[in-house]
């Protein structure tokens, strides 16, 4: 079955220092991942995608993501982290292809809380 | 562009009533439409992939007797509730791709639900 796994549910990393939200993914075929952001009562923002080319994708607010077959992760990690930073953060798959039509699932969530 | 919105932002209804919510696509045209609910510090699960002029089609596990789902137009798709009970209670996002932008969906800012 397909499916995408965050293993941390919180991850907490002081302003400045650098930070890494990690997740996994098991697919059949090529993946399509994305990451998305939520804050409080919202809906949910898209971060970046990777569909093929550089396994380093560059997203907003800073953030990036390394897809790595190998290990079959694709992790989102920031530099130097923002208390603005803070929210929920969502790993994603797309399904059956590349569709507009298409499904995406999600990792079930990790909160990042970045501390002054 | 490319922004969905939802109405209504939040609702509280007394239990056996029905909920309507309403997802637009405000400045392109969506032929699919995605919906979601989300729990408490859960994850989004997928509830239903919405289709313009046909039928929609439910995840496993989601009651369509229960769950309306009317997509009348290219940019309004709505999600009722019927009979709703306070297990009903939750955080409802819907989610709707672009045509040129395939592998990207946007998001509306949710619903929440409150069945008294």
């Known amino acids: 079955a397909q499916s995408v796994a965050q293993p941390e549910d919180q991850v907490n990393v002081a302003e400045g220092n650098p930070l890494t939200v990690k997740c996994t993914y098991s697919v059949s075929g090529n993946p399509y991942l994305f990451w998305y952001v939520q804050y409080p009562n919202r809906g949910l923002q898209f971060l970046l995608k990777?569909?093929?080319?550089?396994?380093l994708v560059k997203g907003s607010y800073g953030f990036e993501a390394e897809f790595n077959k190998s290990q079959t992760s694709f992790h989102l990690k920031k530099p130097s982290a923002l208390v603005s930073d803070s929210a929920l953060y969502f790993c994603a798959v797309r399904l059956e292809g590349y569709s507009s039509a298409s499904k995406i699932i999600f990792g079930s969530g990790t909160r990042l809380s970045i501390r002054p | 562009g490319a922004v969905v919105s939802q109405h209504p932002s939040w609702v509280i209804c007394k239990s056996g009533t029905s909920v309507k919510i309403e997802c637009r696509s405000l400045d392109f045209q969506a032929t699919t439409m995605f919906w979601y609910r989300q729990f408490p510090k859960q994850s989004l699960m997928l509830m239903a992939t919405s289709n313009e002029g046909s039928k929609a089609t439910y995840e496993q596990g989601v009651e369509k007797d229960k769950f309306l789902i009317n997509h009348a137009s290219l940019t309004l798709s709505t999600l009722t509730v019927t009979s709703a009970h306070p297990e009903d209670s939750s955080f409802y996002i819907c989610s709707a791709p672009l045509a040129e932008r395939p592998h990207e969906q946007f998001f509306g800012p949710g619903t929440r639900l409150t069945v008294l």
């Open positions: 990777y569909i093929t080319g550089d396994n």
